[in-house]
């Protein structure tokens, strides 16, 4: 068991609506990545977030938008949700140093599966 | 450019090995990685392979790497029913935060 967890598991959101979703990391961990894996696809890389503070952003526009707690759990948000931000979320916690983090230290929790209809 | 390819399904037979093959457009690129990820659940590294390897085995499984083709596979030895899942590929960067994903190959498994 990796000890990452997500909240909620499931949620439906209304076109325009804004969503928080959470990610609490594995014990010791001071990173965070979240990745939107859309139906059959790949997941993309959002951002990273490495000791409260944003560390790396893919391609996605500026409404989503994260947060890094002192306890290194972390938020994503998405405002005026829009009918392609369905998919699941995965979040992976890892221990870095602010550079670069090696995949196979990062551990990836179960996901927030987002409908937004 | 960052792109990751797979074929979209494989299908074998039980007992059988499976080939999942891969191509990579970043040269690069420093680590390669197989993930499996079942219904319903999130993704497992199954493993990794630094780039300035060939080959790595690890019980059932053994990753190649052509460098010069940009192509890793994934073989799985005797596959059995749960190995019934989609494997992706990837790959990172030393300078980079962030994983490249394929978009992965669903593996049936006929008895």
């Known amino acids: 068991e990796t000890g990452v967890t997500q909240s909620p598991t499931h949620l439906i959101k209304t076109r325009g609506q804004q969503v928080t979703l959470r990610c609490s990391s594995q014990s010791g961990h001071n990173t965070v990545s979240w990745y939107q894996q859309a139906l059959g696809q790949g997941p993309q890389f959002i951002f990273q977030y490495y000791r409260e503070e944003e560390n790396g952003r893919g391609n996605f526009p500026p409404r989503f938008s994260g947060l890094q707690f002192p306890n290194y759990s972390s938020e994503l948000n998405v405002n005026a949700l829009e009918l392609d931000d369905s998919a699941l979320y995965l979040c992976?916690?890892?221990?870095?140093?602010?550079?670069?983090?090696?995949?196979?230290?990062?551990?990836f929790g179960p996901g927030t599966r987002l409908t937004v209809t | 450019g960052e792109d990751v390819e797979q074929s979209l399904f494989l299908s074998v037979r039980e007992g059988d090995s499976s080939v999942i093959n891969c191509t990579y457009t970043d040269s690069s690129s420093t680590y390669l990685y197989w993930y499996k990820q079942e219904p319903g659940a999130g993704l497992q590294l199954l493993t990794y392979i630094f780039s300035n390897m060939d080959m790595k085995q690890d019980q059932r499984l053994t990753v190649l790497l052509n460098k010069k083709d940009k192509h890793l596979s994934l073989r799985i030895a005797d596959t059995q029913t749960g190995d019934s899942a989609i494997y992706f590929c990837a790959e990172s960067y030393s300078s980079a935060s962030k994983i490249i994903f394929g978009s992965g190959t669903r593996l049936s498994i006929r008895p």
């Open positions: 992976a916690s890892s221990l870095g140093d602010g550079q670069f983090v090696p995949s196979y230290e990062q551990y």
